[in-house]
């Protein structure tokens, strides 16, 4: 007989488990399907093995600059491969700790992939046959996976998706990244803090182009002092696949020239798991590559709900996580409030490390807003000075009617932790003066946040 269920999730990323782990909270009786690793994405294929290499990265990095801080390294050097095992054991224990909590929290695990076969019922493929499910309610959390380009397809050769990337069979000597996005400028720096000769090659007018247009100037004034070669409205045509190189067709500048790489990471965005889940026998919409919902994530098809990557951008594991709790909690009854995109914060963990929130001074202007800017670079700050990392910037947007903190966008060391205090004070919808009325600790990278508002009011201290 089959299973049944008040709520089942299928997908076990940071929007499936912690779906699955609120609802259970919550008093549902509660299934997580999963196909393949408990976690998803994010924990082994996405955020967290990234962090754990770029880590290796930025201790190397550091390590060249001993010199500076009064050390001394005899010769800094690497092993790729056990700089890649600490990154897979790192994926693992954390994944591991996902089947932890949801044993804890009694919510049952099926390891298989399911398909919808009527509204409520789900069939699920497992190791030892079919299983059937029943759900008064379904949640889909299937995420994403790396998009292919025609011509520029990863093949786990020469030529790399971001899995590839993660656990790389050769250190690249001559690298290509394709597109700047937050995936490929962290493998770029990755791979360019080791060693590599890397080019990125990003279509649009700038690298980072979904950031503030003066934070990604002085990210790639960062990249290209670091040695990487940054060619921006640039497309790869095509690629020329030999045993031991690729020859990529690269137009720029209305030239067409043909360069030489030994490895090619194809980082050109995402599409969403939406096939064979049987989603258009129900109705639900599906839009290019993501389920159409609505701000309460519901697909309009009664009980059937879309969370995470599978519902479109931001393409974020806080954002998955927000809207799984925010659906267990409607289906449990609730009255939860829907996410507020322009307060999802975006963090891209490259050296320099860049962190914003909300809009962007140009996005502001054409929304109409008549702004206020704040603007501290990290020269001016006491703790960036101590620290060795003296480059970087904090800026800010401010609505100069009713000084409502519209944005902030950051660039330099540790902002990826920084940015949560402009988060919480757009939650709270904070303004100019509050942020000034708050005492900031000294010495820390935080009082550049403090700075940076006085600044859009002509009153900054340091600076
Ligand atoms: C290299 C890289 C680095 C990243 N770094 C960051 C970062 O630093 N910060 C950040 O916020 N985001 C980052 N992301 C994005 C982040 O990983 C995703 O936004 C997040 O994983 C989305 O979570 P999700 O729950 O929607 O889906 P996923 O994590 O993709 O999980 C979906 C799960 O569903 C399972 N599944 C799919 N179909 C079925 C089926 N039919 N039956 C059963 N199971 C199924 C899959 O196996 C998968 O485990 C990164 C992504 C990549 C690729």
């Not at 640039?234 to 990529?248: E, N, P, Q, W």
């Not at 914003?356 to 702004?371: D, I, M, N, P, R």
Request: net charge neutral; charged share 20%; with cysteine.
């Amino acid at each position: 007989m089959a299973q049944s269920f008040d709520m089942v999730v299928i997908g076990s990323g940071p929007g499936g488990y912690v779906c699955a782990i609120r609802g259970a909270q919550l008093g549902l009786k509660v299934a997580c399907i999963e196909r393949e690793h408990l976690g998803g994405i994010c924990l082994n294929w996405g955020c967290i093995p990234t962090k754990a290499l770029l880590r290796s990265a930025e201790v190397f990095h550091l390590m060249h600059r001993a010199k500076e801080f009064g050390l001394s390294v005899e010769k800094a050097g690497y092993d790729l491969d056990a700089v890649v095992q600490r990154s897979r054991g790192v994926a693992k224990q954390l994944a591991g700790g996902v089947g932890h909590l949801l044993k804890k929290n009694k919510v049952t695990v099926i390891m298989g992939e399911a398909t919808l076969t009527a509204p409520g019922k789900i069939s699920v493929k497992t190791d030892k046959g079919t299983e059937e499910v029943t759900a008064k309610n379904i949640v889909l959390a299937t995420g994403a996976r790396a998009r292919d380009l025609p011509g520029l397809e990863a093949d786990g050769k020469r030529v790399w998706s971001y899995k590839h990337a993660l656990v790389p069979a050769h250190m690249p000597k001559k690298l290509l990244v394709i597109g700047s996005g937050a995936i490929g400028i962290e493998f770029a720096s990755f791979f360019n803090t080791l060693g590599a000769d890397t080019t990125v090659v990003e279509v649009m007018d700038r690298v980072l182009p979904v950031e503030d247009a003066e934070i990604s100037a002085l990210a790639k004034k960062q990249f290209v002092k670091q040695g990487m070669k940054i060619m921006e409205k640039a497309t790869v045509k095509s690629l020329d696949r030999k045993a031991d190189k690729v020859i990529a067709t690269i137009e720029s500048g209305g030239k067409t020239e043909a360069q030489e790489f030994d490895t090619v990471i194809s980082a050109v965005g995402i599409v969403g798991n939406v096939e064979n889940l049987g989603l258009e026998k129900l109705g639900a919409k599906i839009d290019r590559t993501h389920v159409v919902t609505d701000e309460y994530c519901r697909t309009g098809v009664e009980g059937l709900y879309a969370i995470g990557d599978v519902a479109g951008a931001p393409w974020l594991a806080h954002k998955a996580s927000h809207e799984g709790v925010m659906v267990a909690e409607l289906i449990a009854g609730g009255h939860p409030h829907p996410i507020k995109p322009n307060s999802i914060p975006g963090c891209t963990y490259c050296n320099p490390q860049v962190a914003s929130v909300g809009l962007t001074e140009e996005k502001a202007k054409a929304a109409g807003y008549q702004v206020k800017v704040g603007r501290f670079p990290f020269i001016g700050n006491g703790k960036a000075i101590a620290l060795g990392e003296p480059e970087g910037l904090v800026k800010t947007v401010f609505d100069a009617k009713t000084g409502e903190l519209l944005g902030a966008h950051m660039v330099g060391a540790e902002v990826t932790e920084l940015i949560q205090g402009y988060v919480v004070g757009r939650t709270l919808e904070t303004t100019e003066a509050e942020l000034m009325e708050t005492v900031f600790p000294h010495p820390t990278l935080s009082e550049m946040m403090h700075e940076a508002t006085l600044s859009a009011y002509g009153r900054a201290i340091h600076f």
